[in-house]
């Protein structure tokens, strides 16, 4: 005879699992646990000047991440988020430093040079049908070479450019409240992620983006032109890419050419780790910025414990199979 009275409560669980609310809890767990660990391990840790040292480095990686968030929701990835991020910031120096162009020009160059990169992207995916890990591995490439060959492989420096360096390493909350130097990377990533969540919250464009990963073929059958749709999120991903380009080349006061190449494993880590499914159709910004804020941390505690970097580097691939591999577990028990 089967117990009925336990039915309920099964359902619960399993739309709590379904949700990937366990997912952002054990994420956040994850991140306190690694908070008290390092800090034991090593008092130089947990110091101010550490901690906002971690928030800077979040600010990059995790805007990245977001960008990543909105292509993975649908059931794709984008490989060239880095490298889309390295081609934005000398797009910027070209503007600014070579044409002496005024600071907001660079900036709209930088966020329009994106969301033309990533509507190309969305171009191959939807129209052509090239899947996205081969369509979005070509744009990596291409625009890793445009990048070295515009900037003529030297990095392109904004010293002329009166500003440009507090776009990310000053502080408009230590103006107004002293002795709190939050820089002004992190005010930027807060507000990037709360405009994404709107958006996916809110706005036709974010309920789109969930139907296309749940099941683009009822959404196309229901009248909807998905490939328009899908295009749009790829070049709001690139977008955002583009404010990740001018954020890492005001902290370096720089544009660097070659530099951009494995920052998209680690936003496609943060992603996964926050909850958000590969296989599309669920995710949040907030998991992800968990998500992101935990490879912050890792890489800066190993970092103070003085672990090589061919180490660190070792650690980061284990923890992108090991989100992979939670993300699977997570399937499997959502269908049981």
């Known amino acids: 005879m089967t117990d009925t009275t336990l039915t309920p409560q099964k359902n619960l669980i399993g739309r709590f699992v379904s949700s990937g609310a366990h997912q952002k809890l054990l994420a956040f767990a994850s991140l306190i646990v690694l908070l008290i660990g390092f800090g034991l391990a090593s ?9 906002i040292a971690i928030l800077q480095a979040t600010s990059v990686n995790g805007v990245l ?7 993975i929701i649908t059931g794709g990835i984008d490989l060239s988020i880095g490298t889309m991020m390295t081609f ?22 930088a966020i329009a040079t994106g969301a033309f990169c990533g509507l190309c ?15 979005t591995l070509g744009m990596m490439l291409i625009l890793k070479g445009l990048s070295l060959v515009i900037s003529g492989t030297r990095p392109i420096y904004f010293n002329d ?7 990310s390493r000053g502080s408009v909350i230590g103006a107004i409240i002293p002795g709190l130097q939050i820089p002004n990377g992190v005010l930027i990533l807060f507000l990037v992620a709360i405009a994404a969540s709107y958006i996916l919250g809110r706005t036709v464009l974010g309920r789109y983006t969930f139907a296309l990963g749940s099941n683009e073929e009822s959404v196309r059958l229901s009248g909807v032109n998905t490939d328009a749709w899908k295009m749009g999120i790829y070049a709001l991903a690139g977008g955002i890419c583009g404010i ?21 494993l680690e936003a496609i880590a943060a992603v996964v780790i926050g909850g958000t499914s590969l296989a599309g159709g669920r995710g949040t910004i907030m998991g992800t910025l968990i998500g992101a804020l935990i490879m912050a941390v890792l890489t800066n505690g190993l ?12 650690v980061t691939g284990g923890i992108i199979i090991l989100a992979v591999y939670a993300d699977m577990a997570r399937k499997k028990k959502a269908h049981a």
């Open 65 to 71: 991440a977001i960008a990543a968030t909105l292509i």
């Open 244 to 264: 990740a380009g001018i954020l890492i080349a005001s902290r370096l006061n720089s544009a660097q050419p070659a530099l951009g190449l494995g920052y998209e």
């Open 303 to 314: 970092r103070v414990l003085s672990v090589a970097q061919e180490w660190q580097t070792v």
């Open 43 to 51: 008092p130089n840790f947990m110091q101010m000047s550490n901690m």
């Open 121 to 135: 992207s969305g171009t191959f995916v939807a129209k052509m049908k090239v899947p996205p890990f081969i369509a």
């Open 88 to 109: 934005c910031a000398v797009i910027a120096g070209v503007v600014l430093t070579y044409w002496g162009m005024p600071l907001p020009l660079g900036v709209a160059a």
């Open 161 to 167: 450019t009166p500003g440009f360096d507090l776009i």
